[in-house]
């Protein structure tokens, strides 16, 4: 049993918390609203309530400036002996507080906001040991045991971790623990508080989420991406940004609904909850917003349910709009949405600033020479490719019917050995002239399955299979001059891909890294499996981090300029003149994308390249493996 000293003590920092809270609410309503008036002193929540202030004004709309009426209500005087409730300071806490024992394993005492955080009465914390700590999940969980092990140094902790709430949901906390010692310093327990932080790491997370979409563009380019970005990251169906077209009248600068670009449109500001918005006012509707609002033609054009904007205001202080994300359900209780908006809008309004500045006359005409430059270059793009198919197409018939060809000389060398008496040395060039005659016939099955049309075919694939397979290839084709190493690590897992897709990347980076090199180098090709880490650099948002193969083609060749990187995967780009297409890498990138995989290039001039293409795994083994044939 924990004595009653402990729990003093914890009752005592509980009361220092309530009022560091009090604090923080009254500092943020004096710079929100304004400074409650000097004939009015602040009084604590914990200092028995002398008095009650009710703010009379709309609760889920700020003006700006915000009017604001204060009115002072009798105080209740308390009860002859009446006495405060330790419970019922606990339960007035957004922390929770706790005593454990030094592993962190038995569970001495327990209170505040314990159910709040983590679905779990503090009789079940204290009585099922364990419980506490098993509720952080397992890679936080390391970390905690690990600031544990540390306390008889350290004597103190703070960590940032998640909680896995018994509904299942995720919650984000900071713990902060202290090593208490008994008289003769031995370690007797840890006393400390968990604070619920789901709301600020959910914030900071969306706002990192939009400021990686939306890159190093300006302008209008930046308002579409902020839209689009900040409808993922909030969750949201609709992000427009506003600015006020005419009296009585706005219109939308970007409109983001529903998952794609929206056409732009002008509404009425002369009612409802958009007349504040366009002087200047916040909003944070959580639900009912088109009830509330029966005649606001912005919400009934977004079907907002739910709904909040913030105003864009330059650096002089001009009001240039309002950016506002809107949804068709209810906010969630633990929504982000009005935090992200603040954080994002001081940008958002030098955009639009940039954004609504007149363009000249020469810039019009440059913008339009630039588009009619573009067509006639999409044009002759269209052109060569259709050209390209065509030819393909014949490409593909006639390796049909050089396959049959092929069969009748593979099946007439056949013969001839067959009727050679043993020993015979003919029997060696029929041989030859069979196993020549079965490549060529690869290379053409291969071609035909190129030609074929219809999507990619998805399927376990044996990548140490495949690689050995096309080697006699590879090396006929990189020709004697240039050698050719194949480094295929034991017991790979299976990659997810199309078959066809996979050998024509391979084929055409070393196609590709064949006529970079000069005779007597080295391309390698390797495959080993990999991890891609979450933050990995130059890792797309839209493909998870997750255990790949990695397939990489090395060369000794001449590298390429930060220029001609910039462009490689380009459709028709090509530094090799007449004797390129610009094909290859374009084709390798669309296949790689479509698998749901990555491309990372390494390329200095003068010191050769290295593109790694990563393929998913199959995320189930299978115990049958390819073994390449042992060296003779």
Known sequence: ????????????????????????????????????????????????????????????????PAPRKVELLPASTPAPGATVSPAAVMAALDDAFWSVAPDGQSVLFAGGAVERLYGLTAHELQTQRGRWIDAVPADDRERLRLAFSLLPEAGSFSLEHRIAHSSGRIRWAVTSGKLIRDSEGRPLRVDGSTTDITRKARARDAVLTVLDGVGAVTAGDFLVKLARYLCIACAVRAVVVVEPHAPGEARTVVAWIGGRAGAPFTFDTSAGLVRDLVAGGSAFVPSGARARY?????????????????PLIDAAGCLLGFVAVADDRPFDADTDAPTVLRALVPRAAVELARAIEAPTVSELQTRLTAAEERAVATENALRATANLADAGRLAAGIAHDFHNMLGVIIGNADLIREGLPSGDSRAEFAETIAQTAQTIAIVSRQLVALSKPGGPNFAPLDVAAALHSLAPMLRRLTERKIVLE???????????????????????????ARDASRPGSTITVRAATARAEPGHRGWPAETAPNEYIAITVSDQGSGMTPEVRARMFDLFFTTKGDRGNGLGLATVSAAVRAASGHIEVESEPGWGTTIRIYWPQVPEPNPSRFSPPAEC
């Open 486 to 512: 194949l480094d295929v690590a034991p017991n790979l897992p299976l990659a997810r891909a199309d078959a066809t897709d996979f050998d024509r990347v391979v084929l055409n980076l070393v196609l590709n």
């Open 294 to 310: 029966l005649n606001d033609p912005l919400l009934l054009k977004l079907r907002a349910e739910a709904f909040a904007a913030e």
């Open 1 to 64: 049993m924990i004595t009653a000293s402990p729990i003093e003590a914890l009752l005592r920092e509980a009361l220092d918390r309530l009022a560091q809270q009090e604090q923080r609410t009254a500092a943020l309503e004096a710079a929100v609203f304004g400074t409650v008036p000097p004939s009015v002193p602040p009084a604590p929540l914990s200092s028995a309530l002398a008095q009650t202030v009710r703010i009379t004004e709309t609760p889920t709309v700020s003006h700006w």
